[in-house]
């Protein structure tokens, strides 16, 4: 394959998402509704070789323009490749996205002053990043490792006995207790759309964590979760206390087969039971039911939320941020 690579302005809608659904590197993060949804100012590009898309690029800018900025809204942005063309082998594919990668450095490192991105588990290959200005003490690029944990979901929908669901088997003593003592206790599991149980919780949490988050950024979040509930994209579980009070809330946003766990909030008054527990579980069987088959717990990059999400017994998944100014 030639390589006449150009870097285009492009745009969000259903051209952007056909090409997206077709690779492996995309995530509902990249998805137009989702997108549109999180209101952040976003560049979009796509690389051709010749006439023909062989990667898409969506970065979310500063209110100037000129920087790529980490959003917490989406959680994996960057490139996205093309499926392979006719009869390329594995060596062919690798060698293509390496040439297309240190093009998009190239590009982007011209159009923006300052540079991070956290990069989708699937790119494995992140070479071009750090051989740009390769031996030079400035204007390269740092790389940092970030985890996360892939859940694979398909027992929950075959079985309610603990013990043939492999995530059971695989999942820490404590955790295994205290999914017994939640159906033991036959704690309630309900879906809701009550956005503001959420937000209450979500902001006491923080508050006792000594963390303040602007009305601003709250009312972002509630936009974005009143379009996603209305679009079937996002899906709001809660568990309840003996007495029948929602107790904690998780919250997921779907496409296809892959869900990703996007909030998690208790009342501060449960933190110590197991309430936080029995709402992930029985997600897992609600999404199942779904034809959800993978559940990416986004994020395990802290010891206390690490500790938690990997006692669930799923895998841990690698993935880069990289930064550039």
Known sequence: MSKNYKLLNTSLGSDWDIFNLKSKDSSVFANTDYLKSTNAKLGLYKILNSDEIRAQIFLVENDCGDEVIEDDLVIYSGIIFGNSTNNQNKAQVLSERFDILSFFIKEITKKYKKINLSLNPSIKDIRPFQWHNYKKKEYIFTTNIKYTSYIDIKDFKRDRDLLNIECFRNASSSRRQEIRYSKKNKLKFSKSSNIEIFLRFYKDSLTKQSIFIPEKEINRIRNLLNDLIALGIAHIFCSHNIEGEIASIAIFIVEE?????????????????????????????????????????????????????????????????VSYQ
């Open 257 to 321: 087969f892959k869900a990703y766990y996007m909030f998690g909030a208790s009342n501060h008054e449960e933190r110590n039971s197991f309430s936080g527990t029995h709402v992930l579980w029985e997600s897992f069987f609600e999404l199942a039911e779904m034809g959800i088959q993978l559940v990416d717990l986004e994020g395990v990059n802290s010891p206390k939320r690490g500790w938690f999400k990997l006692s669930f017994g799923g895998e841990l998944i690698p993935y880069y941020k």
